[in-house]
């Protein structure tokens, strides 16, 4: 592997598209989400790039909107870990992480699962743990109801323990130990059916900005997967979260900090800035405009004009329009901050919704984002990133073609896999066995 001696290497994953706003389904060149056609190319694609890993985002309800399935979500997307394991098959270094929640699965089958991927994988598999409070959720399994916001990551922590105890129940030289767990979410015995897997322990994603979520990653995660995209936003989250990692005697390069981006390519800055330009107007169309800032206001605004004014009234904080979704923690709040910008800037709904929302976060020239990639490793923004394409499958195509080899030309990132498994490349310490 060729890299510059002292220089921060970037490390880099692969998101497939089709959650939320950032896919472009109307554009002709977006493709299949559940064709494994599509997943395969985005895989081999990351692979060519010699990217980290490939992510999968999966939820377990379709959202809806005023009584509707929410259009913006992925319909009829297969289950992540049956994904990656056809992926396996047709990648050879590739990490593989799977979105999966903590509180509506059970450990023992989980850690099944997710060991199985690891063998087959030969060392390449990654559980990114998420949680859910909502008992709208919680209607689609047996035990119903939900779980209290609080008490998510108090759920998800002793899951991931528990985990990792069955992980560790076979011995590094191959001999079964039966388990015992007892504990306030978990009471468990037997023996685990499936030996110690080639990296140990999967890598563990955590994707959380709450102090819960924070402290979480700290002490237990391997990489966290942060909205943080811009410099000074994202040195604050890098500098908060690795202060914490030596209260759990955790060394700074123990978790990896990786903020999922977006990103738009040009010959010059200025196309690509256009480029950017057209690609939120697609993102954000009248109709989009209108479900977004109903998931504000938590009213039924389609009677409003996506080209005029935004509403007089406050949003209703009690609202169940919106059904599935992260509820937005002070709606009045950012209501207040809307009309402030619109009436600053006299911008209609949909303006106000396209400077508010999510957005490209690198845009220009190769050349240039090359260099701001490198510059937010280099000053302590982030350690790589998670890119969130928005075509599927062949979002990623001129980012490995046109930036990559930009970023080896500058020594700060691989020219080939120096070794076979996801904790190699992350440069990951081994998991220390504690039968």
């Known amino acids: ?160 323990a528990t985990a990792r105890e069955l992980w560790d129940s076979w011995t590094p030289e191959g001999r079964q130990r039966p388990f015992v767990h007892r504990g306030p979410q978990f009471g468990i015995e037997g023996e685990f059916t499936v030996p110690r897997s080639p990296q140990g322990h999967p890598v563990v994603i ?81 109709q989009n405009a209108i479900l977004a800032l109903e998931q504000i206001w938590g009213r039924d605004l389609s009677g409003y004009d996506p080209d005029g004014p935004l509403p007089d009234v406050d949003p209703d904080p009690d609202s169940t329009l919106v059904q599935g979704r992260v509820r937005v923690a002070d709606p009045v709040g950012v209501a207040r901050k809307w009309r402030a910008l619109s009436e600053a800037k006299g911008l209609s709904i949909r303006q106000t919704v396209v400077e508010s929302t999510g957005r490209q976060s690198f845009v220009g020239s190769p050349g240039t984002v090359a260099a701001a990639l490198e510059e937010f490793v280099a000053t302590d923004a982030a350690d790589g990133f998670i890119l969130v394409p928005h075509l599927t499958p062949g979002g990623l195509d001129d980012f490995v073609d046109r930036v990559v080899p930009l970023l080896q030309e500058r020594g700060v990132f691989r020219t080939e896999y120096s070794g076979t498994t996801l904790r190699s490349h992350l440069g990951l310490p081994e998991p220390v066995w504690k039968g």
């Open 1 to 160: 592997m060729s890299t510059a001696p002292g220089r921060k290497q970037i490390h880099l994953a692969a998101h497939f598209p089709g959650v939320n706003s950032t896919t472009v389904w109307a554009d002709p060149r977006s493709g299949s989400q559940i064709d494994f056609s599509s997943f395969e190319h985005l895989a081999r694609t990351a692979e060519r790039g010699l990217f980290d890993f490939f992510f999968l985002a999966e939820g377990l309800r379709l959202r809806e909107h005023n009584g509707r399935i929410h259009d913006l979500d992925v319909v009829g997307r297969p289950e992540s870990i049956t994904v990656l394991n056809a992926l396996a098959a047709v990648t050879d270094r590739l990490g593989l992480a799977g979105t999966v929640n903590a509180t509506f699965n059970e450990p023992y089958e989980l850690a099944r699962r997710l060991a199985s991927l690891d063998h087959l994988s030969a060392g390449r598999a990654a559980w990114n743990v998420v949680t859910s409070s909502d008992a709208f959720t919680g209607e689609n399994f047996r035990r119903g109801g939900y779980l209290d916001r609080a008490d998510r990551y108090t759920r998800a922590a002793e899951f991931l």
């Open 206 to 286: 955590q994707a959380g900005d709450s102090a819960e979520g924070r402290e979480f990653a700290a002490s237990a995660a391997d990489v966290i997967f942060t909205r943080h995209s811009t410099l000074e936003a994202g040195r604050e989250f890098y500098a908060d979260v690795k202060g914490r990692l030596a209260r759990y005697g955790r060394e700074p390069g123990d978790l990896k900090i990786m903020p999922g981006v977006t990103y738009v390519l040009g010959d010059t800055d200025a196309e690509a800035q256009e480029q950017a330009g057209e690609i939120r107007r697609q993102q954000v169309s009248p």
